[in-house]
């Protein structure tokens, strides 16, 4: 399952976001462990230039997404902790967005043809 989030980012604090996810990338390694532990196999972010100010679009694909948040927010990890601390400091709140498609393969691929 995909999950998309949408955060406003404080403009003051787009280096350090940057710096972080520059970090994310160099302990891979720690990632994949929350990664087991989360159920995630993948996780992409970008960084926009929105209208109302920079906006990061996180995107992460796990096997159950509702596993993966209660895994993270339980985590002692140090690179978790590190991430939620990061995070707070960054974020300006959430981005309204409005969405405006979606469709995806049922479970059981026999299943509406």
């Known amino acids: 399952m995909l999950r998309v989030h949408f955060l406003k980012v404080r403009e003051d604090r787009v280096e350090r976001l940057r710096w972080w996810m520059a970090q994310l990338n160099q302990r891979q390694e720690e990632v994949r462990q929350t990664f ?33 948040s209660r895994a993270y927010q339980s985590s002692t990890l140090p ?24 469709c995806r393969m049922p479970e059981d691929p026999k299943i509406g043809t």
């Not at 159920?39 to 992409?44: D, K, P, Q, S, Y």
């Open 79 to 102: 690179i978790d902790l590190e991430h939620r601390q990061v995070m707070q400091d960054v974020s300006a709140g959430p981005a309204a967005v409005e969405m405006l498609y979606e």
């Open 36 to 68: 087991a532990q989360e159920t995630v196999r993948h996780e992409i972010a970008y960084l926009l230039e929105a209208r109302d100010g920079p906006m990061l679009v996180y995107i992460v694909e796990a096997n159950d997404v509702e596993q993966a």
